[in-house]
């Protein structure tokens, strides 16, 4: 059974940083591409990030120059390094395994106010 377990969210002041984690068990972690994505109140889920298994990225445009995907496949864990945090980035961060319906792990929440 494959789990995501997100972690590493809180409340910010605009300007800060924050640096999220996500760890997967259950699956080979080095071969699979992943992805973050956010869910902002009743708005839609929407990707934010992706890293291949070669560590290629990707960035939606509303966070690039500001977040960076990264990733340990000795620690199964992919990051994301959230910097310059604006109130619009307040959302339930999560982190998904690209192409493979195994679902999402419970997610964290991320709050930018002042």
């Known amino acids: 059974q494959v789990q995501l377990v997100e972690s590493g969210g809180g409340l910010v002041q605009p300007g800060g940083s924050l640096r999220l984690s996500c760890v997967v068990s259950?699956?080979?972690?080095?071969?699979?591409?992943m992805d973050w994505y956010r869910q902002a109140p009743e708005m839609q889920r929407e990707w934010v990030a992706g890293?291949?298994?070669?560590?290629?990225?990707n960035y939606a445009d509303s966070v690039k120059g500001r977040f960076t995907i990264s990733r340990d496949n000795a620690k199964n864990t992919v990051y994301l390094q959230m910097n310059s945090l604006k109130p619009e980035d307040t959302a339930v961060y999560y982190c998904?395994?690209?192409?493979?319906?195994?679902?999402w792990g419970q997610g964290t929440q991320v709050t930018v106010s002042s």
């Open positions: 259950g699956t080979i972690f080095s071969n699979k591409a």
């Open positions: 998904k395994v690209r192409f493979y319906n195994y679902g």
């Open positions: 890293i291949t298994s070669g560590g290629s990225k």
